[in-house]
């Protein structure tokens, strides 16, 4: 138990300083709103794809599977990693159209400057943090899976495993750079709206 708290412990302490780090380097860059909403867009373009292209698989698989008694396990490998692609390349998007999960019962309630310091507080002890850390964390975790040559355990299922998991790294660098540009809309409302 108390190796499990001093890893925690280290992994806290990484995660603050990682954190502090792409804070302030984040928000140095000159016009992050704008590449914050490019980069957003762009991979939400890449997810609507994934989502066309994973029904279409799906569709055809079950056609496949009741009409003709075939099916894949690289087409059902393929529709889990679409689906992936799909939900990771939309966060950063939903973020930037503020339509993420909250209780909306309270929050609805509160003045501009109120709902200003709650996303100013969750974007920094919460969204950052948390982005950071799963980017630290998944670095090694693909790394291992590319020099291993990673793939499918089951017959006829897909290689290259790294792939797939390297979207973690892509879409929580894009939360990341999307909760900064939301952490100076935030700031702004705060400082310079009225009540």
């Known amino acids: ?20 780090i792409s804070v302030i ?10 590449l914050a909403e490019n980069l957003s867009k762009f991979f939400m373009i890449i997810s609507v794809v994934t989502l066309i292209l994973m029904t279409l698989i799906v569709s055809y698989d079950v056609i496949a599977r009741k009409l003709w008694h075939g099916g894949s396990i690289a087409m059902q490998e393929l529709e889990w990693h679409l689906f992936d692609i799909t939900f990771l390349f939309s966060i950063a998007y939903t973020l930037a ?21 709650i996303q100013i507080i969750t974007i920094i002890f919460f969204v950052v ?12 975790f693909v790394q291992m899976s590319y020099e291993m040559h990673e793939r499918s355990g089951d017959p006829g299922g897909l290689c290259c495993r790294w792939i797939i998991k390297s979207t973690m790294i892509w879409a929580f660098i894009i939360v990341l750079i999307q909760s900064i540009a939301e952490l100076k809309k935030a700031y702004y409302k705060f400082k310079y709206i009225e009540e």
């Open 25 to 34: 380097i984040l928000s140095f860059i000159p016009k992050i709103d704008l």
């Open 97 to 117: 159209r503020d339509k993420h999960v909250r209780v909306d019962i309270f929050y609805d309630k509160f003045s501009p400057k109120v709902k200003a310091v």
């Open 129 to 140: 943090p948390l982005a950071t850390l799963i980017v630290v964390e998944a670095i090694p």
């Open 1 to 20: 138990m108390m190796d499990f708290l001093s890893n925690l412990s280290n992994y806290i302490d990484y995660t603050i300083l990682a954190t502090m």
